[in-house]
């Protein structure tokens, strides 16, 4: 007579494997996750220092968020050579660029594309889309953004009316350099999300945008521009909407190091934006 499980040992032995992987599952899950934030802080680590390399050959300066651009106060915005976007001028201190897409919002301005960087410009947890080859600005090819407190790219207008010089402070101006961004995960600001980010981060001081509808008014550049892979509430759909302040942002600072923040830090206070230390433009 052939032993054999009866349909009750049956049941008992599948409610079991059922039960186990209802708990290892999401252990799997929280492993993985665990294991894309920790790659996106060793990315931002190595940005961080590659812009300190950088910095360190040009004098001290930071890098520059665009490096064709020349404009004075009361002039229309310049073309010079050469013309790259932070995430291509920096590849060289990371992985070297194998080439340029071309164009670029009405000008000749070579944009990068997914092939010429680096998988370190990128956030692992995040879905990425190639950009299509010589459309757009504001370098859409990377999961992060460089502060606009340290590249005066797009400055705010009150108390008094400021310019954009589109010039990189020093580092010597920076007052407290373990405190102050220079790297954090953005948002598709220019396209809608289709893209991985953008490489300008509008700072918590820069003008944002009305919001159609709604009472609260203004949101600041900091919620428009900011976007948090990490968010257990909800995904962040358009630039009307702020990102999840319950999220966290992986931030390089100016000093190198790198750590994860809650979003409402950098959303809601100007506290790691200023380069003065003192919660106050620029």
Partial sequence: MKKAFTLIELLVVIAIIAILAAILFPVFAQAKAAAKKASAISNAKQLGLAE????????????PYFSGIIQTQGQATQYTSPQEYWPQLISPYVQKVTGHGTGGAGN????AIDTDLS??????????????DGTGNYGNVASWGISDDLVNAWCPSQPVAYFSTFLPVNQGQVVAPADTIVFVETYDWIHGGK???AALALSFFDDGAYVPGKTTGWLTGAQITLQSPYSASYPKTSNYQEPDPNGFNNVAFCDGHVKSLHTALLTHSGQYWSIGNNNLWP
């Fill in 108 to 111: 000749t301005v070579p944009q």
């Fill in 52 to 63: 300190l390399m950088y910095s360190n050959d040009v004098d001290d300066m930071v890098i």
């Fill in 119 to 132: 998988k370190v410009f990128f956030d692992p947890i995040e879905t990425f889309t190639a950009q299509p």
């Fill in 195 to 197: 893209y991985p980010g």
